[in-house]
C-alpha cells in the first residue's frame, strides 16, 4: 500500500533513472557469510532466515552504503538507496501483514547497526520506528493495550531523539524522573497510561524546543534519518575508541550496515518476554543454556540493566512450551554456527522470536572448556578447537584469584559476572577512572550501572562494580570481553556519583578507599585481599598438549633460578631458553663477592672472590640442569656491564658523608667519655660501646676505605654509553677468569648430573658477539676447561656450545659465526636497540607513544617484532648460518619470544624454537600451533 509519504519518497528517490549499485539485500537473499558487506549481524539475520529459524522480517543497508555516506560532504545517502529501501519496506510489509506509516495496521520497525566484527554498545540502534500520532492510535486500537502504546512510544521519543536529533539524555530523564515522583511510583512498570501520556507529550516538546522543530511526523524522513544516525555512528568516539583499544583496523571492518526489522513486542503483556542467553555458560563454559530474561519488558531493559532479570531457567516453570523451544533453538545455533552462540530472543504473545545471534564473548576459562567440550561432542575438529582461542586470551588464565585463606567478611555481594579478582580504589565516574588509571593507580570503577559511553572508564579500571543489572548486562559483557573481573547487580550498594561515595548500610565508600571485587563470586569486600596464582584445569592441560602435538616450533622458557625453572616447568615448558646468570649474582649472599671480586685490582684477587663465588653457582646450574632433566637448558654467560652491580655514584657519596659525620661523632663521644673518666665523674667500669670507642672508630675507618674504594671503581668503570659498552663478551674476554669460573661451574654441574646418571643437556651461550674471533677465543676457554675435567673424572660432557645474535654485524656475519656455535639465539630486545637505534627506555618514555599516534609506527617494536627491519635481519642470519650448517639450531629468547604474531613469524623462519617468560609459555605453546595452522594461508613470507 502507498501512502503519502511513501509516494514522495519514491518520487524523490526515483527522480534520477541511472542504474545503480545494489546496497540493500533482504533477509531471504543476502549473503549470510558476507560480514564485511552486511556487518555481523545483518549477514547473521540472513542466514538465520535462510536456515529456518523465526526471525522477523527485514533488510540490510550495505557498509558500502555507509562508506559513501560518510565520504559524502553533503551528508546524502547515495544514489538509489533509498529506492531500494522502499521497495524492501514493501516486502516487509508484505510478510508482517502491515504497513508502514498506515494509522489502521501500522509496521513499526526497528534501525539497527552493525560492523563485520561486533563492537557490542558501541554504535546506535532505534527501536519503535514508524510511531506518529497516528500510528500511535492505530497500535493502541489494534492491541488495545493503550499503557503498553504509550510506553512505546515515550522510548522511542528519546531514543530518536537522543540518537537522530542530538538531544541530550538528561533532558528526557528529568522529565521521566519528575513526572515518576509526582506519580509517587518507584519502579517504571508501576507508571499508568496518564503518566506515560504525560511523558510522551513533555518529550515531543523537549524535542522541539531543542531542535527547533516539531518531532517529525512522516516515518519516511524518520526512517532516513534514522539510517543517517546510524551510520554516523560508526564515526562517534566511543565507536573510534573502541576501535583503537582492540586494533580493529578497515581491512577487519570497513563501515557498519544498516539492519532495518519489523518490530515484535516483548512487552505487550504476561505472555510476551524478552532475553539474552548463550548457548553455554560464558563464565565456565558449562554446556547449559545461560541466560536471562524479563516478562512483559522490551530487550534493551535487559541488556541496560534497568530491571535486573530473572534466570533464563526459571522460564521452565513460567513458560514450559517455550523454554523447550529456547532449547531447541539452542541447539539449532550451535549445529549450524559450531560455536557459542550469544542471541536474543522475544516472545510476542506466545510466539517465539530469534532476533539476533553472534558468536559468544566468553572469558579464557569458558573458551577452553567449550573448545575441548565440543570436540569430545564432536561438534568441531581439533583445529577448530585450537583456532578459535587467541593466544593472548590465555593470559587471562593467569589472572590471580583472592587467597582462601582470607578472612574478610564481604561487604555486599552481586552476580559473579566476570571471574578474576582485583582489588584498588573506589572511583565513581569514567572520566575519573580514566584519569588515576592513566596516573598509575589501581582503580575499580563503581557505578550504579554503566553504558557504552563509559568504556574509556573500563580500559583504565583493574575491575568493573554495578549495583544494578545481570550477567547479560552492558558492564559484565564488555568486563568479560576485555577479561576484567567484574560483580554487577550488587543492589544493596547506593552509588551517589555527586557526592563521590557509595553507600552500604552502615558504611560509606569514598572516592580513593580500597576495595576488592571477586568476579567468580560476586563478593566485594573493603581494603585489598591478597591473592593466589591459578591453577591449570585439565581442558586446558588437554588443549595444550593438542596444541604441541600440531606445532613445530618448540616453547622453552626463560628463567634464572631453580624455582623459576620449576614453575616454568609447569607451564609446560620444553627448556630453558635463557637462564641469565648475573641474575644469580643479586641474591644477598652472592653481592658482597661479586662486588669483591669487581674490586680486585690484580688476577690474583679476583681469583680469590671467583672461588668463593664458584661453589654457589655450579650448585644453581645442578639445580636447574636436574629439575629440567632431561630438557635443554641455555645458560648465559655473564652480559651486563658489571658497574651494575655496584652503588649509583651519588648513593656512595651520601654514605660516605654520613660515615664521615658518624666517625666525627664516635670520635667527639669517646673523648667525652676519657674526659669524664678523668674528671671521676663516670664508672669506671662503663665501656662505650660501639662504634663509641675505639674499635668502632676504626671500624668505620674501614667502611670509609672501601666506600672510596667502591667510589673510585664507579668512576674508573663509567662509561658514556654503558649498554654499548663494556659488557657481555667484551667483558669475558677483558677478565677470562669471569667466563672461566662459570664455564667450569657449568661443566663440573653438568659432570656431577651425568655422574649420577642424570640426562641433563647444558649449552654454554656468548652474549653480545659481534665478531667470530670473539667466539674463537670464548670456544678456547670451552675446549680447555673440558678436556681437563674429562681428564679428572674420565667421562665425556655432553653440551652444545652457542651464541647470541643481537648484534647487527653478528646477523650479516652469521655464516662465519656458525662455523663456531652450534646454535644461534636471537636476543630481539637488544637486536631492536641496534636496529633502530633506540635505546627502549628513552623511546618508550618520549617519542613511541607519539610515533603510534600518528601511525609513523604503529606497533612498539620492542613488544611486537619488526618483521620490516628486524625480521629482515634474522632471515639474513639464519640463511648464512644454515649455510654453513643446515642443522644449525636457533631460537630466539628476546621478549618477542611470548608474543603470538611475532611467533608466527619466528615459525615461517623456519627457527627450532621461542622462549619467553615462564607465564606466557601456554600463550606461546598455543601461538606456535596457530602459526602452523596458519601456515597454509599465509605460505608468502
Ligand atoms: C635480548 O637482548 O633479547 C636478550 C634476551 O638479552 P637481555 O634482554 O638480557 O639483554
Ligand atoms: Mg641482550
Not at 584 to 613: G, W, Y
Not at 872 to 883: D, I, N, P, S, T
Request: with cysteine.
Amino acid at each position: 500500500m502507498n501512502t503519502p509519504d511513501s509516494l514522495e519518497l519514491r518520487r524523490r528517490a526515483t527522480s534520477n533513472e541511472k542504474p545503480h549499485q545494489k546496497f540493500v539485500f533482504s533477509f531471504t537473499e543476502g549473503d549470510g557469510k558476507n560480514k564485511q558487506l552486511l556487518g555481523g549481524k545483518g549477514a547473521n539475520l540472513c542466514e538465520m532466515t535462510q536456515i529456518g529459524l523465526n526471525v522477523p522480517p527485514g533488510f540490510v543497508i550495505s557498509t558500502e552504503a555507509c562508506l559513501g555516506y560518510l565520504a559524502d560532504p553533503t551528508n546524502q545517502l547515495q544514489e538509489g538507496i533509498l529506492a531500494e529501501v522502499m521497495e524492501h519496506m514493501y516486502e516487509v510489509e508484505q510478510a508482517a501483514e502491515k504497513t508502514f506509516g498506515d494509522p489502521e495496521n501500522p509496521l513499526l520497525v526497528s534501525v539497527r547497526s552493525g560492523s563485520a566484527l561486533s563492537m557490542p554498545g558501541m554504535m546506535d540502534t532505534i527501536l519503535n520506528l514508524g510511531l506518529n500520532k497516528k500510528t500511535l492510535q492505530g497500535l493502541i486500537a489494534q492491541t488495545g493495550n493503550e499503557r503498553f502504546c504509550y510506553d512505546a512510544y515515550r522510548r522511542f521519543i528519546q531514543l530518536f531523539g537522543k540518537v537522530a536529533l542530538g538531544v541530550p539524555d538528561e533532558k528526557f530523564d528529568i522529565i521521566f524522573e519528575s513526572v515518576k515522583q509526582k506519580a509517587g511510583v518507584k519502579l517504571d512498570i508501576g507508571l499508568h497510561t496518564e503518566n506515560l501520556k504525560e511523558i510522551s507529550q513533555q518529550f515531543l516538546d523537549v524535542v522541539k524546543e531543542h531542535t527547533g522543530k516539531p518531532f517529525p511526523e512522516d516515518v519516511y524522513a524518520q526512517l532516513e534519518i534514522a539510517i543517517k544516525a546510524v551510520f554516523n555512528s560508526w564515526m562517534g568516539k566511543r565507536a573510534i575508541d573502541y576501535r583503537r583499544e582492540f586494533n580493529i583496523t578497515p581491512q577487519m571492518a570497513n563501515g557498519t550496515a544498516v539492519n532495518v526489522v519489523a518490530m515484535v513486542f516483548g512487552n505487550m503483556g504476561n505472555d510476551s518476554a524478552t532475553g539474552v542467553a548463550f548457548t553455554r555458560d560464558p563464565g565456565t563454559g558449562e554446556n547449559i543454556l545461560f541466560g536471562e530474561y524479563l516478562v512483559n519488558a522490551q530487550g534493551e531493559d535487559v541488556v541496560a540493566g534497568i530491571r535486573t532479570p530473572k534466570a533464563v531457567s526459571q522460564l521452565k516453570d513460567e513458560m514450559p512450551a517455550l523454554y523447550h523451544q529456547l532449547e531447541e533453538l539452542r541447539e539449532k545455533l550451535e549445529e549450524h554456527y559450531k560455536e557459542v552462540q550469544d542471541f536474543e530472543f522475544t516472545i510476542e504473545k506466545g510466539t517465539l522470536y530469534c532476533l539476533q545471534t553472534r558468536n559468544g564473548k566468553m572469558n579464557a576459562t569458558a573458551m577452553v572448556r567449550t573448545s575441548v567440550e565440543m570436540v569430545k561432542e564432536k561438534l568441531i575438529a581439533r583445529q577448530d578447537a585450537l583456532l578459535r582461542l587467541k593466544p593472548g586470551m590465555l593470559e587471562q588464565l593467569l589472572h590471580p584469584r583472592l587467597d582462601s585463606l582470607h578472612k574478610s567478611q564481604p561487604l555486599a555481594q552481586g552476580l559473579p559476572a566476570s571471574p578474576g579478582a582485583a582489588s584498588g580504589q573506589c572511583v565513581f565516574d569514567a572520566d575519573r577512572a580514566e584519569l588515576l588509571g592513566r596516573s598509575g593507580h589501581k582503580v575499580i570503577l563503581v557505578r550504579e550501572e554503566t553504558k557504552p559511553e563509559d568504556i574509556h572508564g573500563f580500559f583504565a579500571s583493574q575491575g568493573i562494580l554495578t549495583s544494578r543489572g545481570g550477567k547479560t548486562s552492558h558492564a559484565a559483557v564488555v568486563a568479560r570481553g576485555m577479561g576484567k573481573p567484574c560483580v554487577a547487580g550488587a543492589e544493596g550498594i547506593h552509588v551517589d556519583v555527586k557526592l563521590r561515595q557509595a553507600v552500604i548500610g552502615e558504611r560509606i565508600l569514598h572516592e580513593g578507599d580500597f576495595i576488592t571485587i571477586d568476579g567468580g563470586t560476586g563478593y566485594v569486600y573493603q581494603g585489598i585481599i591478597p591473592t593466589v596464582e591459578p591453577i591449570f584445569s585439565d581442558e586446558l592441560k588437554t588443549l595444550l598438549q593438542w596444541a604441541d602435538e600440531v606445532a613445530q616450533l618448540k616453547v622453552m622458557a626463560n628463567a634464572d633460578t631453580p624455582a623459576a625453572a620449576q614453575k616454568a616447568l609447569n607451564y609446560g615448558a620444553m627448556g630453558i631458553g635463557l637462564c641469565r646468570t648475573e641474575r644469580m649474582f643479586n641474591a644477598p649472599d652472592r653481592l658482597p663477592i661479586v662486588v669483591e671480586m669487581i674490586l680486585a685490582t690484580t688476577e690474583e684477587e679476583r681469583l680469590v672472590a671467583l672461588s668463593q663465588l664458584l661453589p654457589i653457582q655450579r650448585q644453581d646450574f645442578k639445580d636447574i640442569l636436574t629439575s629440567m632433566a632431561p630438557r635443554p637448558v641455555t645458560i648465559r654467560l655473564l652480559d651486563p656491564p658489571i658497574h651494575e652491580f655496584l652503588p649509583k655514584e651519588e648513593e656512595l657519596r651520601e654514605e660516605l658523608v654520613h660515615l664521615r659525620h658518624l666517625k666525627d661523632t664516635a670520635s667527639g663521644v669517646h673523648n667525652l667519655f676519657n674526659s669524664l673518666r678523668l674528671l671521676h665523674a663516670y664508672d669506671e667500669n662503663a665501656k662505650s660501646p660501639i662504634p663509641f670507642n675505639e674499635k668502632g672508630i676504626e671500624l668505620i675507618d674501614q667502611a670509609i676505605v672501601k666506600k672510596e674504594q667502591m667510589l673510585k671503581k664507579v668512576h674508573d668503570l663509567y662509561e658514556v654509553n654503558p649498554m654499548l659498552g663494556h659488557r657481555g663478551v667484551r667483558l669475558g674476554l677483558t677478565y677470562p677468569e669471569i667466563y672461566k669460573m662459570q664455564i667450569q661451574a657449568i661443566l663440573e654441574a653438568a659432570t656431577e648430573c651425568q655422574e649420577a646418571n642424570i640426562d641433563v643437556r647444558p649449552e654454554i651461550m656468548v652474549p653480545q658477539v659481534c665478531n667470530v674471533e670473539e667466539l674463537t677465543t670464548v670456544r678456547g676457554y670451552v675446549e680447555e676447561i673440558k678436556q681437563r675435567i674429562e681428564k679428572e673424572r674420565g667421562l665425556k660432557l655432553a653440551f652444545k656450545f652457542g651464541t647470541m645474535i643481537e648484534v647487527v654485524r653478528a646477523c650479516v656475519t652469521a655464516d662465519e659465526l656458525a662455523q663456531e656455535a652450534e646454535f644461534f639465539s636471537f636476543g630481539t630486545n637488544d637486536l631492536t636497540q641496534a636496529t633502530f637505534s633506540f635505546s627502549r627506555e628513552d623511546a618508550e618514555n618520549k617519542f613511541l607513544p607519539l610515533y603510534a599516534e600518528k601511525n609513523i609506527l604503529h606497533d612498539n617494536p620492542f613488544e611486537i617484532l619488526d618483521i620490516a627491519g628486524v625480521g629482515k635481519l634474522m632471515r639474513f642470519a639464519v640463511e648464512l648460518g644454515r649455510k654453513i650448517n643446515p642443522d644449525l639450531k636457533v631460537g630466539i629468547c628476546g621478549e618477542h619470544g611470548g608474543q603470538p604474531d611475532s611467533i608466527q613469524f619466528c615459525h615461517k623462519l623456519g627457527l627450532t624454537y621461542v622462549s619467553c617468560s615462564g607465564p606466557r609459555v601456554p600463550v606461546a605453546r598455543l601461538a606456535a600451533a596457530h602459526a602452523k595452522l596458519g601456515e597454509a594461508k599465509n605460505s608468502s613470507l
